[in-house]
């Protein structure tokens, strides 16, 4: 059922069923909105301000999309009126068909009639014309789909949708438009809901042969599935948040998906259809506003960080030389029993450790970079072996059988910054864990408890309307010309330099994580260590508190699209 106000049957009469639209849930009364102070409007939108009344809606969205930064040359309502009947001509819309860049996408109906389903294929087959440069963007139907309620003719839907697209500002990201834009958000998502939903992560892992591919489902969530009433009131806000409202929305999704679903059988023999037809029928457990409340409730990484993240995973994927839609590789079999032997853990354990990293190096497979079985029990090997490769695996079995281990962000070589003296680096990327004798995996603390630092780039309280994330323009460079690290420490303002002792090295030891005590500490032979609580994971021990060595291995990741 969608929503709409008596007034507005008449101004805005042309593309929608109005026996499909619920008149009764509308406001009479003729709200106008004349707020510009950020802080206000952003209040207004989660609120739902304008939510129940269809022209002040229609206003509020005319408004903000006008104030949306645009390319000098952005095409606009005259120049639809001038190039439709050339396109269209006098066949009918649907017989003409779309562009590939719509991905077979089907255009939700939003309670619009027939003559308005026409509508948006005809603003698709207009845009494509236009905007030669958009080679993917799946979201494009549903957003016009959308703009055609709150358009009084489909030149002025033509027209915001244009301005959304030729967006110029680069600390604004509104919809993605490429293929690489596309890939790399919904690793992006793989990897939010890695750290934010990790009971619903851990579901995915064990129902699904490849997650990413149903992470990859996230915008059809949200432009495709969801019904009107909930994405019109997620567009509201995104209008003036921008892009991070979409993860954040799509997190909840899954989450309510989980907590609906935990402990029942699937519905159908595939979990991405079994998500896709709970958010169809969102409205038989969660109200929109509860959906919003959820999605706000979430302590999410800050702009900067997220788009460091999507630039990291962006360069993964340019480097596989994935830019155009293919075949997906079934990343999460990477590791299978043909490549794979560990003298310490299985191929299910291994894989369980493998749902846990970063999206852009699970699309890598594992490779054995040090044994103490066939390398010896010597530190400098130990070093020798593992240089050169970022990120790093550390597995450990001690002679009593438990087994645990270290997901490192960065080359050991880095150790040799801080000269002669024992230095930490790494980044919030870096987690322990133990898999014998019970699973546990401890995350940088600072990812459950952001309470605890402020970013020091963070700009959200402070941002415009629809600002969104940062642009690699506005990203510093580090002197080696590299992207500034996702969760890099010094993006942070911590408490204390023990929140961020992630790894250390010297010809000595062995140290990752550190404050109040080491998670794990080895000894210079590799035969002895230590475990304990420390601050920068918050982790209980790992295993017996001292222990000894049985086998340690150092695994990197071997990238196999490129040989």
């Not at 990201?173 to 890695?194: H, K, P, W, Y």
């Not at 024992?422 to 980044?427: D, E, K, N, R, Y």
């Not at 010309?481 to 090295?505: E, I, V």
């Amino acid at each position: 059922m969608c929503f709409a106000s008596p007034g507005a049957m008449d101004e805005y009469r042309c593309f929608v069923d109005w026996d499909k639209m619920d008149v009764s849930a509308q406001s009479q009364d003729t709200k106008e909105l004349t707020c510009t102070d950020f802080h206000e409007l952003k209040q207004l939108a989660r609120q739902g301000y304008w939510a129940k009344n269809h022209s002040l809606r229609a206003k509020v969205y005319h408004k903000l999309i006008s104030n949306i930064p645009c390319r000098t040359v952005t095409p606009d309502a005259n120049v639809y009126r001038d190039i439709v009947v050339k396109i269209i001509g006098k066949r009918s819309s649907s017989s003409l068909p779309l562009p590939e860049f719509v991905d077979n996408s089907l255009i939700p109906t939003y309670c619009l009639n027939a003559e308005g389903v026409g509508a948006v294929r005809k603003i698709i087959l207009c845009i494509a014309n236009q905007f030669p440069d958009i080679s993917f963007c799946p979201a494009l139907p549903s957003v016009i789909a959308l703009l055609l309620h709150y358009s009084k003719d489909e030149a002025e839907c033509f027209e915001q949708v244009c301005r959304i697209l030729a967006c110029n500002d680069p600390s604004k990201r509104l919809i993605d438009q490429t293929f690489l834009a596309f890939e790399s958000s919904c690793m992006t998502f793989g990897d939010l809901v890695n750290k934010y939903c990790q009971a619903a992560h851990k579901l995915m892992v064990a129902v699904s042969e490849d997650v990413l591919e149903v992470y990859s489902d996230w915008q059809r969530w949200l432009f495709g599935e969801l019904p009107m009433a909930y994405i019109a009131r997620v567009f509201d806000v995104f209008l003036v948040e921008g892009y991070k409202v979409l993860y954040r929305v799509a997190l909840a999704l899954l989450k309510f998906f989980h907590k609906v679903r935990a402990g029942q059988p699937m519905e159908s023999d595939s979990i991405q259809q079994d998500i896709r037809a709970f958010v169809r029928d969102i409205a038989k457990s969660v109200s929109p506003e509860r959906l919003l409340e959820k999605a706000f409730a979430i302590r999410l990484f800050s702009r900067k960080e997220i788009q460091l993240l999507q630039m990291a995973n962006e360069k993964a994927l340019q480097q596989k030389g994935i830019t155009v839609k293919q075949k997906r590789q079934n990343v999460h079999l990477a590791v299978h029993a043909e490549n794979f032997k560990s003298e310490i853990v299985s191929v299910k354990e291994m894989r369980d450790i493998w749902s846990w990293i970063p999206e852009r190096f699970a699309l890598c497979q594992p490779l054995l970079l040090f044994t103490t079985l066939e390398h010896g029990c010597s530190l400098s090997r130990f070093y020798s072996h593992s240089e050169g490769h970022e990120p790093t695996l550390l597995l450990i079995k001690t002679t009593a059988k438990e087994v645990c281990g270290a997901y490192l962000s960065t080359d050991w070589s880095e150790r040799r910054r801080g000269g002669s003296k024992l230095s930490f680096f790494g980044t919030g990327e870096c987690f322990v864990f133990r898999l014998q004798p019970e699973v546990e995996r401890y995350e940088w603390v600072i990812i459950k408890h952001p309470e605890l630092a402020s970013t020091t780039s963070e700009t959200e309280n402070h941002a415009q309307p629809a600002s969104s994330t940062l642009s690699s323009s506005s990203i510093p460079s580090d002197p080696s010309d590299r992207l500034s690290p996702f969760l890099a420490a010094r993006h942070f303002n911590l408490p204390s330099k023990t929140a961020s002792m992630f790894m250390a090295g010297s010809s000595d030891c062995i140290i990752v994580g550190g404050g109040d005590g080491q998670a794990l500490y080895l000894d210079a032979d590799l035969n002895h260590g230590r475990t304990s609580h420390c601050n920068t994971f918050n982790n209980q021990p790992l295993c017996s508190e001292s222990f000894q060595i049985s086998i340690l291995e150092v695994w990197g990741f071997r990238d196999t699209m490129n040989g």
